[in-house]
């Protein structure tokens, strides 16, 4: 678990206050909140930061994949399921509490339950190696079921990667249900995560993969050696989202969260700090051939996806 401090350090600067000073201690019960998120640091940190700031609530963050904090967001802990794409919240909407009445917005693109709020939107893109393919680059979906790429894509885990089973479920739509067995089929070993996918290709122990935009880009700021490729058969803009956990011992501290993260600062962060894009159209950008996604769709077709993936995957050459 994280203790996220910086806040308190850097007001201990600005008052002079010694290093050895007394501890800050936590506030009585009503004070806090538990945010667990799948978002990187560089991320969520200073959002978290300025939500303490302005609210006192006194706020940890507890890190892992989507999936497995998933597994444990009812645990009585945790307050708010964050940063998750949206058709893995959907495909468990009952282990949440309405969000009705709270202020959240309740976007279209949000499943009917209203369980779910949209925090930020990211793309789906291709991407690839610079310094490794040089002629005939990927150009689309359909790339990835060329036999010239066997062995070359970094893919997660979509046991333990929210993303990978976004990726698999556009593929899907696009593509065909046959499409799932000759991608899975294109790969030579799974990766654990989005972060580790990106940072394989940008070291070259890869040479293209499917990846959010915004982890991309963020790789690219770094001095990583990638091309990011819009796919041809259009942009799908996908959805993170908060959610309250059924069991979550501080609901109302956890609205107020939500209401900060859909309110225009933050979702100008968003814009200008961390590659996502904020949900208001108004605020965001325009991405050519944009595709929605239909998160509620694809969470109810979540398991013969993964179903068609485990076959697809077992079977492989």
């Known amino acids: 678990m994280k203790r996220i401090i910086a806040l308190l350090l850097l007001a201990a600067v600005l008052s002079g206050c010694a290093v050895g000073a007394p501890d800050v201690q936590p506030p009585e019960e009503g004070g806090r909140l538990t945010v667990y998120t799948c978002l990187d640091e560089s ?155 990106v940072e394989a290709v940008a070291e070259g122990s890869f040479c293209l993969a499917l990846a959010p935009e915004d982890a991309a880009l963020r790789a690219m700021a770094e001095g990583a050696a990638l091309t990011v490729v819009y796919p041809s058969e259009g942009v799908f803009r996908i959805a993170q989202a908060a959610a309250v956990p059924a069991a979550a011992p501080h609901p109302d501290n956890a609205a107020e969260l939500i209401a900060f993260l859909q309110g225009e600062d933050a979702q100008r962060y968003n814009l200008d700090k961390s590659g996502l894009d904020p949900v208001p159209e108004d605020l965001g950008r325009r991405v050519e051939r944009e595709r929605f996604f239909d998160a509620a769709a694809a969470g109810q077709e979540q398991p013969s996806l993964m179903a068609l993936w485990q076959a697809g995957w077992e079977e492989r050459p």
């Open 43 to 197: 991320v969520y940190a200073p959002l978290i930061l300025e939500f303490e700031s302005r609210t006192g609530i006194w706020t940890e963050v507890e890190t892992g994949t989507a999936p497995g904090l998933l597994s444990r967001c009812g645990d009585g802990r945790c307050d708010v399921l964050l940063g998750c794409e949206m058709d893995l919240l959907a495909a468990s909407g009952e282990a949440f509490l309405s969000l009705a009445g709270t202020g959240a917005s309740l976007d279209p693109m949000c499943p009917p339950s209203d369980t779910f709020a949209p925090v930020s939107l990211r793309s789906l893109v291709l991407i690839y190696n610079s310094r490794l393919i040089r002629q005939n680059p990927p150009t689309g979906l359909r790339s990835l079921l060329e036999k010239a790429w066997q062995g070359q894509i970094a893919f997660a885990d979509p046991e333990d990667s929210d993303f990978s089973r976004t990726a698999l479920a556009v593929i899907r739509t696009e593509l065909g249900d046959e499409a799932i067995e000759a991608f899975a089929g294109n790969l030579s070993r799974l990766l654990p995560d989005t972060q580790s996918v």
